[in-house]
Nanobody, 115 residues
Framework: QVQLVESGGGLVQPGGSLRVSCVASGGINGRYVMGWYRQAPGKQRELVASITSGGWPYYEDSVKGRFTISRDNSKNTVYLQMNTLKPDDTAVYYC?????????WGQGTQVTVSS
């Protein structure tokens, strides 16, 4: 079965950094587009960043210059490096994998930015 397992969330102070990771198994390969979404309380889930099989990234405007998405296909892993974190970045962060109309989701990891 397809499984996306996330790790690395936690509590950080404003201006701090975190790196969240997502390990994929069960048939997810390098042809999938990998992405990170987030959902804050009372808001809809939104795309934060994505990366193609060729390694080309996309970023939502609010995180450009602060976040970096990367993937290591040999390890079936996608990363999101988050720098200069702000309280507005507080959310549950979800890993996704998509190909040919199929989308899979991780369980989510909580990121809280607060002093």
């Amino acid at each position: 079965q397809v499984q996306l397992v996330e790790s690395g969330g936690g509590l950080v102070q404003p201006g701090g950094s975190l790196r969240v990771s997502c390990v994929a198994s069960g048939g997810i390969n390098g042809r999938y587009v990998m992405g990170w979404y987030r959902q804050a309380p009372g808001k809809q889930r939104e795309l934060v960043a994505s990366i193609t099989s060729g390694g080309w990234p996309y970023y939502e405007d609010s995180v450009k210059g602060r976040f970096t998405i990367s993937r290591d296909n040999s390890k079936n892993t996608v990363y999101l490096q988050m720098n200069t974190l702000k309280p507005d970045d507080t959310a549950v962060y979800y890993c996704s994998a998509a190909d040919k109309g199929l989308t899979y989701w991780g369980q989510g990891t909580q990121v809280t930015v607060s002093s």
